[in-house]
């Protein structure tokens, strides 16, 4: 059927691809069983013929052909010296293998000849371009940057790190060779051949503009810092840079250790899927490669994580790997060579054929435009400009908005003057997608990280709260959580210093929380409102403390009121200091306004 298509036939396929599309939300993967015996190339017209039809208008490329892959050895492109049977126990380790062990694509069996196509629409503009948001996390000196720079340049690594340079903000991280910010690179699937998108050469580096234009495909990449000392940075560009997936880069010679578990457990309390990259196996042993994929195993199947480890060797198990990644608690795992480039083909056709994360889901016609903003800056002759993701609904220029909130926690209407995508001039942009849009008469004084944009459809000023209910686990504390206790809270891009107002648990209402324990939480923000909706997750942590959790209710001005009366019996004083103050004075016969109480009154009173 697919082999020479007609008319009557052409409809129904067309009509198959189609809803197809629809499903994945503009791609898919489709297997076609070549029962019949044909030319992989005559199927592949008849398809092209399907998916270039103008009812369709998509691309159509051949990702594995079983009988090519079944006669061609994985190792043939890259060949390396390694025991067999370390290579045995280490496939053994994690628990899969490659073809033999990985199940064939579209589950045929024996000697089934089955032919995968990656199906893709094509976009109109930059504005359809399909976007995925990866966040690249490890320990320091994992290769994080150089697996980046090969990725998205094309050229291999010289093993001092060339292939970063190009990826660096800062004069004092080329020196150091270690990333102290939240960096951004893209790389993109070109709309006609589905290839990455890179430069033709070493003197000509591809603009984010051009790239933009021939993709059908984007993945942006979140890099992250890997040194402890950077940690706030990585949790704030983990929590507020929204990634669908995360890249957990592990050095063969080091192993999960460091700041690589800290990175993980960010990821699962986020409940973002992972895959592992493991890297530098050119210059790693055997017999240490093998014990670091044991203690990954070890540690991905554990109680915290309760992952799968799959070991992907080739094109094939690629595809099934990638097809199952989402929807089940599996984690892929690549063994890579930045030197070498053993590996690297295989990682960027998973990334190619990654399906869309289902955390933006379609624009419904009630969904109301929301924009949360982890970045501001001044362009000249443009104004402010914020940057961030857009959580639901869709905005074009020239709409108006409401920002903020403030310190007060109050909102003022902005008018967008300009919105670009990957610095890419666009008129709209919708829910999942990250841009960055110019404001009309406001000023960079006005904004800070943490604000949102918000649909005015209304004449009514949206609320902000100090105030909030979540349902947290804590997930390590040395001693005692009670309230009154102080943290740095992450939820999306707010981060803000919370206390904590009140503890309720269901089993022992102690008023008192331990690692391991569940309750419901009353948290109020130290220095300004935030705004915030329900299901939203949070983190919160202070020095070695961590704790996890989710927003369940906003609290009203009232409800604030009821539960600071409520804890403090009525003095409504949550500081321990003014409540000290208050008490001297009161002691002494000189009862004092605690908000203006000064410290040559406590002085006075002493003498």
């Given amino acids: 059927m697919l082999a020479d298509p007609k008319e009557h036939e052409l409809d129904s396929l067309v009509t198959l691809v189609n809803d197809r599309l629809a499903e994945g939300r503009g791609e898919t993967i489709l297997e076609v069983d070549n029962a019949d015996g044909f030319a992989p190339d005559l199927i592949a017209d008849g398809l092209k013929r399907v998916v270039q039809d103008d009812r369709v208008g998509a691309l159509c490329q051949l990702l594995v052909d ?18 067999a049977t370390t290579a045995r126990k280490a496939r053994i380790a994690i628990g899969a293998a490659s073809t033999s062990q990985s199940p064939n694509p579209g589950g045929a069996t024996g000697g089934a000849h089955v032919l995968v196509f990656l199906i ?105 810092a890997g040194h402890e000392k950077y940690l706030k940075t990585t ?65 991905l199947r554990s109680t915290g994580c309760r992952k799968v480890p799959i070991a992907v060797r ?22 890579i060579s930045n030197v070498t480039g053993e590996g690297v083909d295989c990682l960027s056709t998973f990334l190619n054929v990654l399906p869309l994360n289902q955390r933006h889901q379609a624009i419904g016609p009630g969904d109301e435009f929301r924009f949360e903003i982890n970045e501001t800056f001044t362009v000249p002759f443009v104004g402010t400009v914020v940057a961030g993701v857009v959580s639901s609904g869709k905005v074009s220029t020239g709409d108006t908005v409401w920002l903020g909130p403030d310190t007060l926690g109050h909102f003022v209407p902005a008018t967008i003057k300009s919105i670009q995508r990957k610095r890419v001039t666009v008129d709209t942009v919708y829910a999942g997608q990250s841009a960055s849009f110019g404001l009309k008469k ?56 919370a206390r904590v107002l009140s503890i309720e648990q269901k089993d022992n209402n102690t008023g008192t929380l331990r690692t391991g324990d569940r309750a419901t939480v009353v948290f109020q923000f130290i220095k300004f409102p935030e705004y915030l909706v329900p299901g ?6 202070e020095g070695r403390t961590k704790g996890v959790g989710k927003v369940t209710k906003i609290l009203n001005k009232a409800e604030e009121l009821a539960v600071i009366h409520r804890v403090t019996g009525g003095s409504m004083v949550l500081d321990p ?9 009161i002691r002494h016969g000189a009862p004092l306004n605690v908000a203006e109480t000064k410290p040559e009154h406590k002085i006075a009173t002493k003498g």
């Fill in 66 to 83: 079983s009988r090519a892959e079944a006669e061609t050895t994985p190792s043939t492109k890259f060949s390396r010296d390694i025991d």
């Fill in 120 to 224: 893709r629409h094509r976009p109109a503009n930059v504005e359809e371009m399909l976007e995925l948001r990866i966040a690249v996390a490890g320990n320091v000196d994992a290769g994080k940057s150089t697996m980046l720079g090969v990725l998205t340049q094309g050229q291999l690594d010289d093993g001092r790190g060339k292939a970063r340079v190009a990826l660096f903000r800062h004069k004092h991280e080329i020196e150091s060779g270690r990333t102290s910010s939240v960096g951004m690179e893209i790389l993109g699937y070109d709309t006609e051949s589905g290839k990455p998108i890179r430069n033709v050469n070493k003197h000509h580096k591809t603009g984010w503009d051009e790239v933009c234009r021939k993709s059908s495909k984007l993945i942006s990449f979140l890099d992250l």
């Fill in 235 to 299: 949790v704030f560009g983990m929590a507020g840079g929204a990634p669908d997936f995360v890249m957990l880069m592990v050095a063969a010679n080091a192993g999960l250790s460091g700041m690589a578990k800290e990175h993980l457990g960010l990821a699962l309390a986020l409940n973002v899927p992972v895959f592992v990259v493991i890297t530098k196996i050119d210059m790693c042993p055997p017999l240490i490669l093998d014990s670091t994929l044991r203690q990954l195993t070890k540690v």
């Fill in 314 to 335: 080739d094109h094939a198990s690629v595809i099934s790997t990638a097809a199952k990644f989402v929807n089940q608690r599996i984690c892929p795992i690549f063994q």
């Fill in 442 to 497: 406001i000023k960079r004084s006005q904004v800070r990280k943490g604000m949102v944009l918000l649909e005015k459809s209304s004449l009514q000023e949206p609320s902000a709260s100090c105030t909030f209910e979540a349902e947290v686990v804590v997930l390590y504390h040395s001693t005692t959580i009670a309230s009154r206790y102080q943290a740095m809270l992450h939820c999306g891009s707010v981060r803000q210093t």
């Fill in 536 to 541: 939203a997750r949070l983190i919160f942590r």
């Fill in 577 to 585: 200091r003014e409540v000290k103050a208050r008490s001297e004075a």
